[in-house]
């Protein structure tokens, strides 16, 4: 870090670099163990959500203090994202789901009541074995 800035800002710097850093790789974690891509599509876009604003907050943080002013270029980058992420997320999910009914997997609506099938079935109504 720069030696004009306070020594608790370093700090908060690198624990919002840090917890990024872990939130990212927890998401990471999570697409390579998942099975399905209906299970697999939840872990990087929550956790990412979270490491760019963490990341994007620690930018704020030491670009303010060094500069003596507020610096909120950097949050127009998680706003983006924050923005973008979701909407991707329901493009992917809506596709997949298009994709699977067309090899003729059964997926259940919203409301519907689970069946005995359910049971015997992976999350998202997909067979584990496909």
Do not use: C, K, N
């Not at 060094?66 to 596709?95: D, K, N």
């Not at 994709?99 to 919203?110: K, N, Q």
């Amino acid at each position: 870090m720069s030696g004009t800035t306070p020594p608790w800002v370093d700090a908060l710097t690198a624990l919002l670099v840090v917890l990024g850093a872990l939130a990212a790789l927890i998401g990471s974690f999570g697409v390579l163990r998942l099975r399905t891509f209906f299970q697999r599509v939840h872990a990087p876009t929550l956790v990412t959500t979270l490491g760019v604003w963490s990341l994007t907050l620690a930018t704020v943080a030491q670009l303010s203090f060094e500069h003596g002013q507020l610096y909120v270029h950097s949050l127009l980058i998680g706003v983006f994202i924050a923005l973008t992420a979701p909407v991707t997320t329901i493009f992917l999910m809506r596709a997949a789901v298009f994709r699977a009914r067309m090899r003729g997997v059964e997926i259940p609506m919203p409301g519907d009541p689970p069946s005995v099938d359910d049971a015997t079935r992976g999350p998202a109504g997909v067979d584990p074995g496909h």
